[in-house]
Each structure stands twice: as C-alpha cells, then as structure tokens.
C-alpha cells in the first residue's frame, strides 16, 4: 500500500452537476498532484498543490479547482461535469526534494452521464 | 513542453519470454525517469526510477530498465516474464528544473502474458 487514500472509489453523476474528490496523503508529504486518467490513456496532469498553494496546472479549464487543507489531505472540485470528464481521477503524494517519486492513490472511478 | 511516447499499445507474450517495451521523451535537459505499472483494479506502483549514475537501473520484480540520453529512451525489459506481469505500464518523466514536480505520462502498454 502506499499510504495515499481516495474518496470515493466509484461515483456517478449527472452532466451540469459539481462533484468534489478527496485524498488523503501520505505521511510526511507536503504536496499533492491530481491526474485524470482516460480510458486507454496515460495519466494527465491536472493541477498540484504545496503548502495549501496551487503550485503548476496542466492544461485543463478552471472549472477543474483543488484545495489543500493544513494536515495536506486534498480536494479536486469540478463544476458544470461534461461527458469526457468520465475518468479515474489519480492522487498522488510527493515532497519537494528535488529527486522524489510520487505515491499514487487508487482512484476514483467518475461516470458522468 | 515535454512528452513521452511508448512504442507499444498491446504486447502479448508467453510465458518466460523476454520483454522489452520502449519509451522515448522529447524534453532536452535535465529529467527523472520511471516506470510505473497498474495491475488490473489496483493502484499505479513504482517498478524503478531513474535521478542519475548508473544508466542501467534495477526495479522490482525482476525489471530493468536503461537509459539512453543520446537517444532520449529509457527502455523497460524483463529476461523471463511471468503471467502475473499481466498488467499495464507506463513510462513518466519529470523535469523539477523546468517544469516542477509534476509527471508527464506515455500513453501506457498494455502487457498480457499467456500462461
């Protein structure tokens, strides 16, 4: 196990509603990065956050928003759900020492219909 | 900006054949390397990493990787592969100078082994 915990496994909603994404990191892990993975695809970089600070953004539209809280656990927000953000959405915990490997969570599996 | 490609959708072995997937990236300076695999249901985990020294890395189960700068590869390969390599992988770079901490993943090999 890696120590990094996600909520909840699996989710359905609706097209137009906002779902919100938890995890929690590992020990000792003060950043936090969020990947959507697509059927058949390679993980994608969302956004990552340090200190509770959004810290890098990959190339997705604001409606995809995250938090950071104080203890490190983290949230990815997204409003107005379209279709393709059907995905397993990848936390992943990390530190900022320069030569580092991220700690991936198990996902959460998003249908959107 | 970076990216990384892998050379393989879908690789079907038997069992104790050798096993190699390619992956190449295209950002020119400094980078880290992995492989990562992620067994059916479960979690993507670290197989190896590469930070520096040795270009010939040694990772779990029995995996190997090289990497090659002057062609900007970091090669996966397994001497004997066994039906519960069954799983998909996927190579991911990061470069802390330039683009911070976050990875850039291949688009994933999907390995089945026959028993």
């Known amino acids: 196990e890696t120590g990094v915990t996600q909520s909840p496994t699996h989710l359905i909603k609706t097209r137009g509603q906002q779902v919100t994404l938890r995890c929690s990191s590992q020990?000792?892990?003060?950043?936090v990065s969020w990947y959507q993975q697509a059927l058949g695809q390679g993980p994608q970089f969302i956004f990552q956050y340090y200190r509770e600070e959004e810290n890098g953004r990959g190339n997705f539209p604001p409606r995809f928003s995250g938090l950071q809280f104080p203890n490190y656990s983290s949230e990815l927000n997204v409003n107005a759900l379209e279709l393709d953000d059907s995905a397993l959405y990848l936390c992943?915990?990390?530190?900022?020492?320069?030569?580092?490997?991220?700690?991936f969570g198990q996902g959460t599996r998003l249908t959107v219909v | 900006a970076q990216s990384v490609s892998q050379h393989n959708h879908h690789v079907i072995l038997s069992e104790a054949a050798s096993l190699e997937l390619g992956c190449n990236y295209s950002y020119g300076g400094t980078v880290n390397l992995f492989w990562y695999v992620q067994y059916p249901g479960q979690h993507l985990q670290l197989l190896l990493k590469?930070?520096?020294?040795?270009?010939l890395v040694k990772g779990i189960k029995g995996f190997e990787a090289e990497f090659i700068k002057s062609k900007f590869s970091f090669n996966l390969r397994k001497p004997s592969v066994q039906w519960s390599d069954t799983a998909e992988y996927f190579c991911?770079?990061?470069?802390?100078?330039?683009?911070?901490?976050?990875?850039?993943f291949g688009p994933g090999t999907r390995l089945s082994v026959l028993p």
């Open positions: 020990s000792g892990h003060n950043t």
């Open positions: 590469y930070f520096s020294g040795d270009p």
């Open positions: 991911a770079v990061n470069a802390p100078e330039a683009y911070g901490q976050n990875f850039v």
């Open positions: 992943a915990s990390s530190t900022q020492r320069y030569n580092t490997e991220a700690f």
